[in-house]
Protein backbone atom coordinates (compact mmCIF):
# COMPACT_ATOMS: atom_id res chain seq x y z
CA UNK A 1 0.00 0.00 0.00
CA UNK A 2 1.18 3.46 -1.07
CA UNK A 3 0.15 6.77 1.12
CA UNK A 4 0.69 10.24 -0.51
CA UNK A 5 0.62 13.11 1.98
CA UNK A 6 -1.95 15.08 -0.10
CA UNK A 7 -2.13 18.10 2.38
CA UNK A 8 -0.50 18.31 6.25
CA UNK A 9 -1.57 21.81 7.10
CA UNK A 10 -4.62 22.58 10.35
CA UNK A 11 -7.80 23.90 8.99
CA UNK A 12 -6.62 27.90 7.47
CA UNK A 13 -3.21 25.87 5.80
CA UNK A 14 0.19 27.29 5.58
CA UNK A 15 0.78 29.85 5.07
CA UNK A 16 -1.95 31.78 6.62
CA UNK A 17 -3.55 34.58 4.55
CA UNK A 18 -2.14 37.79 5.39
CA UNK A 19 0.28 36.18 7.97
CA UNK A 20 3.48 37.80 9.00
CA UNK A 21 4.50 34.72 11.24
CA UNK A 22 7.90 33.22 10.45
CA UNK A 23 6.59 29.52 9.51
CA UNK A 24 4.36 31.47 7.21
CA UNK A 25 7.00 33.18 5.59
CA UNK A 26 9.48 30.12 5.36
CA UNK A 27 10.60 29.37 1.98
CA UNK A 28 10.92 25.46 3.19
CA UNK A 29 8.46 23.65 1.47
CA UNK A 30 8.19 21.96 3.97
CA UNK A 31 6.61 24.31 5.76
CA UNK A 32 4.28 25.21 2.82
CA UNK A 33 0.93 22.76 4.44
CA UNK A 34 -2.52 22.30 2.39
CA UNK A 35 -5.81 20.87 4.30
CA UNK A 36 -5.19 17.55 5.80
CA UNK A 37 -5.73 14.50 2.94
CA UNK A 38 -3.96 11.64 2.10
CA UNK A 39 -4.25 9.39 -0.87
CA UNK A 40 -4.27 5.50 -0.40
CA UNK A 41 -3.49 3.00 -3.11
CA UNK A 42 -2.80 -0.64 -3.60
CA UNK A 43 -3.05 -2.99 -6.29
CA UNK A 44 -5.34 -1.30 -9.00
CA UNK A 45 -7.54 0.65 -6.18
CA UNK A 46 -6.82 4.51 -4.96
CA UNK A 47 -9.05 6.26 -2.57
CA UNK A 48 -8.75 9.35 -0.30
CA UNK A 49 -9.41 9.94 2.82
CA UNK A 50 -11.17 13.43 3.36
CA UNK A 51 -11.57 16.07 0.52
CA UNK A 52 -11.12 19.95 2.10
CA UNK A 53 -10.80 22.82 -0.38
CA UNK A 54 -7.47 22.07 -1.74
CA UNK A 55 -8.60 18.73 -3.48
CA UNK A 56 -8.20 20.23 -6.68
CA UNK A 57 -4.98 21.46 -6.26
CA UNK A 58 -3.92 17.97 -4.58
CA UNK A 59 -5.25 15.99 -7.30
CA UNK A 60 -3.59 17.74 -9.82
CA UNK A 61 0.07 17.83 -8.23
CA UNK A 62 -0.30 13.80 -7.27
CA UNK A 63 -2.02 13.40 -11.26
CA UNK A 64 -4.07 10.75 -9.70
CA UNK A 65 -6.75 10.44 -12.80
CA UNK A 66 -8.99 7.59 -11.26
CA UNK A 67 -10.59 7.81 -8.00
CA UNK A 68 -12.52 4.59 -6.67
CA UNK A 69 -13.81 6.61 -3.12
CA UNK A 70 -13.52 9.23 -0.46
CA UNK A 71 -13.37 8.73 3.21
CA UNK A 72 -14.68 11.19 5.51
CA UNK A 73 -13.59 11.76 8.74
CA UNK A 74 -16.11 14.70 9.48
CA UNK A 75 -17.71 17.10 8.57
CA UNK A 76 -15.31 20.49 9.13
CA UNK A 77 -15.08 22.28 5.86
CA UNK A 78 -11.13 21.81 6.47
CA UNK A 79 -11.87 17.77 5.67
CA UNK A 80 -15.30 18.54 2.84
CA UNK A 81 -15.66 21.71 1.18
CA UNK A 82 -13.82 20.44 -2.43
CA UNK A 83 -16.58 17.97 -3.10
CA UNK A 84 -17.75 19.80 -6.04
CA UNK A 85 -14.28 19.47 -7.54
CA UNK A 86 -15.01 15.24 -8.03
CA UNK A 87 -16.93 16.72 -11.52
CA UNK A 88 -13.74 15.28 -13.22
CA UNK A 89 -13.44 12.16 -11.76
CA UNK A 90 -17.49 11.55 -12.17
CA UNK A 91 -17.41 12.85 -15.78
CA UNK A 92 -15.31 9.85 -16.33
CA UNK A 93 -16.30 7.47 -13.47
CA UNK A 94 -19.51 7.77 -12.72
CA UNK A 95 -20.96 8.51 -9.56
CA UNK A 96 -18.39 9.02 -6.72
CA UNK A 97 -18.72 6.42 -3.90
CA UNK A 98 -18.46 8.30 -0.36
CA UNK A 99 -17.96 6.56 2.74
CA UNK A 100 -19.08 8.29 5.85
CA UNK A 101 -21.13 8.19 9.11
CA UNK A 102 -25.10 9.51 8.74
CA UNK A 103 -24.69 12.66 10.48
CA UNK A 104 -21.45 13.64 8.17
CA UNK A 105 -23.57 12.55 5.25
CA UNK A 106 -26.93 14.65 6.43
CA UNK A 107 -24.72 17.67 6.86
CA UNK A 108 -23.63 17.30 2.93
CA UNK A 109 -26.58 17.35 2.00
CA UNK A 110 -27.40 20.55 4.31
CA UNK A 111 -24.66 22.08 2.26
CA UNK A 112 -24.34 20.84 -0.73
CA UNK A 113 -28.02 20.61 -1.66
CA UNK A 114 -27.56 20.36 -5.63
CA UNK A 115 -25.29 17.18 -5.55
CA UNK A 116 -28.15 15.07 -3.46
CA UNK A 117 -30.71 16.17 -5.77
CA UNK A 118 -32.38 13.65 -7.41
CA UNK A 119 -35.18 15.75 -9.51
CA UNK A 120 -33.76 18.56 -11.99
CA UNK A 121 -30.71 17.92 -11.55
CA UNK A 122 -28.54 20.75 -12.98
CA UNK A 123 -26.69 18.56 -15.78
CA UNK A 124 -22.95 18.93 -14.75
CA UNK A 125 -23.51 18.09 -10.92
CA UNK A 126 -21.16 16.33 -9.31
CA UNK A 127 -23.42 12.74 -8.33
CA UNK A 128 -22.20 10.62 -5.27
CA UNK A 129 -22.72 6.93 -4.10
CA UNK A 130 -23.76 7.17 -0.20
CA UNK A 131 -22.08 3.80 2.07
CA UNK A 132 -22.97 4.91 4.84
CA UNK A 133 -20.58 3.73 8.30
CA UNK A 134 -21.35 1.97 11.64
CA UNK A 135 -18.49 3.44 13.91
CA UNK A 136 -18.68 -0.25 15.16
CA UNK A 137 -18.31 -2.14 11.83
CA UNK A 138 -15.83 -3.57 9.56
CA UNK A 139 -16.27 -2.82 6.09
CA UNK A 140 -14.74 -3.81 2.68
CA UNK A 141 -12.63 -1.48 0.54
CA UNK A 142 -11.02 -3.48 -2.74
CA UNK A 143 -10.22 -6.46 -0.94
CA UNK A 144 -9.18 -4.78 2.14
CA UNK A 145 -11.11 -4.51 6.13
CA UNK A 146 -11.52 -0.74 7.01
CA UNK A 147 -12.15 -0.79 10.71
CA UNK A 148 -13.71 2.91 12.01
CA UNK A 149 -11.82 4.24 15.28
CA UNK A 150 -13.81 6.35 16.72
CA UNK A 151 -12.18 9.84 17.72
CA UNK A 152 -13.33 12.61 19.68
CA UNK A 153 -12.68 16.19 18.25
CA UNK A 154 -12.98 17.96 21.44
CA UNK A 155 -16.95 16.82 22.14
CA UNK A 156 -17.58 16.01 18.64
CA UNK A 157 -17.53 12.25 17.78
CA UNK A 158 -15.49 11.59 14.47
CA UNK A 159 -13.82 8.91 12.69
CA UNK A 160 -10.31 7.40 12.46
CA UNK A 161 -9.86 4.57 10.37
CA UNK A 162 -7.39 1.46 10.13
CA UNK A 163 -6.79 0.00 6.97
CA UNK A 164 -4.24 -3.30 7.05
CA UNK A 165 -0.73 -1.97 9.27
CA UNK A 166 -1.70 1.40 8.53
CA UNK A 167 -3.79 4.09 10.92
CA UNK A 168 -5.17 7.46 10.11
CA UNK A 169 -6.48 9.23 12.54
CA UNK A 170 -7.02 13.21 12.60
CA UNK A 171 -8.38 15.73 14.39
CA UNK A 172 -8.11 13.67 17.40
CA UNK A 173 -8.49 15.21 21.15
CA UNK A 174 -9.46 12.10 23.38
CA UNK A 175 -9.49 8.32 21.98
CA UNK A 176 -10.92 6.12 24.90
CA UNK A 177 -8.74 2.67 25.08
CA UNK A 178 -11.18 0.17 23.85
CA UNK A 179 -10.51 2.00 20.41
CA UNK A 180 -6.70 2.50 21.65
CA UNK A 181 -7.12 -1.73 21.42
CA UNK A 182 -8.83 -1.24 17.64
CA UNK A 183 -5.02 -0.21 16.65
CA UNK A 184 -2.22 -2.80 18.16
CA UNK A 185 -0.28 -4.23 16.36
CA UNK A 186 -0.29 -1.08 13.60
CA UNK A 187 2.81 -0.27 11.43
CA UNK A 188 2.37 3.05 10.61
CA UNK A 189 -0.05 5.74 12.50
CA UNK A 190 -0.76 9.07 11.12
CA UNK A 191 -1.86 10.98 14.06
CA UNK A 192 -2.52 15.02 14.20
CA UNK A 193 -0.90 17.26 16.55
CA UNK A 194 -1.91 21.09 16.06
CA UNK A 195 0.91 23.24 17.94
CA UNK A 196 3.20 22.75 21.44
CA UNK A 197 0.62 24.66 23.18
CA UNK A 198 -2.77 23.01 24.14
CA UNK A 199 -5.98 23.47 22.12
CA UNK A 200 -9.96 22.42 23.23
CA UNK A 201 -10.22 19.93 20.49
CA UNK A 202 -6.96 19.09 18.80
CA UNK A 203 -3.65 17.08 20.27
CA UNK A 204 -0.68 19.04 20.92
CA UNK A 205 2.35 17.68 20.30
CA UNK A 206 2.77 15.98 23.98
CA UNK A 207 -0.68 14.56 23.61
CA UNK A 208 0.55 13.10 20.43
CA UNK A 209 3.04 12.15 21.76
CA UNK A 210 1.48 9.96 25.02
CA UNK A 211 -0.97 8.49 22.59
CA UNK A 212 1.82 7.58 20.32
CA UNK A 213 3.29 5.42 23.16
CA UNK A 214 0.04 4.08 24.20
CA UNK A 215 -0.63 2.19 20.25
CA UNK A 216 3.46 1.68 19.97
CA UNK A 217 3.57 1.57 16.07
CA UNK A 218 6.84 1.04 14.19
CA UNK A 219 6.40 4.64 12.90
CA UNK A 220 3.97 7.43 12.99
CA UNK A 221 3.27 10.67 11.13
CA UNK A 222 2.10 13.75 12.46
CA UNK A 223 -0.16 15.61 10.78
CA UNK A 224 -3.14 18.59 10.76
CA UNK A 225 -0.02 21.60 11.88
CA UNK A 226 0.27 25.10 12.59
CA UNK A 227 2.35 27.54 11.62
CA UNK A 228 2.65 27.75 15.52
CA UNK A 229 4.20 23.99 15.48
CA UNK A 230 7.11 26.01 14.63
CA UNK A 231 9.56 25.27 11.25
CA UNK A 232 9.88 21.67 9.85
CA UNK A 233 13.03 21.46 10.24
CA UNK A 234 13.18 22.69 13.82
CA UNK A 235 10.74 20.46 15.04
CA UNK A 236 11.55 17.42 13.49
CA UNK A 237 14.99 17.60 15.39
CA UNK A 238 13.38 17.28 18.92
CA UNK A 239 11.00 14.49 17.52
CA UNK A 240 11.39 10.90 18.77
CA UNK A 241 13.09 8.54 17.07
CA UNK A 242 10.67 7.02 14.06
CA UNK A 243 7.85 10.10 14.73
CA UNK A 244 7.90 12.44 11.82
CA UNK A 245 6.52 15.37 10.80
CA UNK A 246 4.67 14.28 7.67
CA UNK A 247 4.84 17.45 4.70
CA UNK A 248 2.76 17.57 1.57
CA UNK A 249 3.82 15.07 -0.84
CA UNK A 250 5.77 13.04 1.19
CA UNK A 251 5.24 9.67 0.14
CA UNK A 252 5.62 6.29 1.97
CA UNK A 253 5.11 2.69 1.43
CA UNK A 254 3.43 0.18 4.11
ZN1 LIG B 1 -9.52 19.72 10.65
Not at 85 to 92: E, G, L
Amino acid sequence: MKVWFLGTGTSQGIPVIGSNHPVCLSSDPRDKRLRVSVWMQWDDASYVIDCGPDFRQQMLTSKCVKLDGILFTHEHSDHTAGIDDIRPFVFMQGDMPIYAEDRIIESLKKRFEYIFEEENRYPGAPSVAIHEIDHNTSFSLAGKRVLPIRVMHGNLPILGYRIGDFAYLTDAKTVAPEEIEKLKGIKVLVVSALREAPHETHFNLQEALDFIDKVKPERTYLTHISSLMGFHAEVQEKLPENVFLAYDNLQIDI
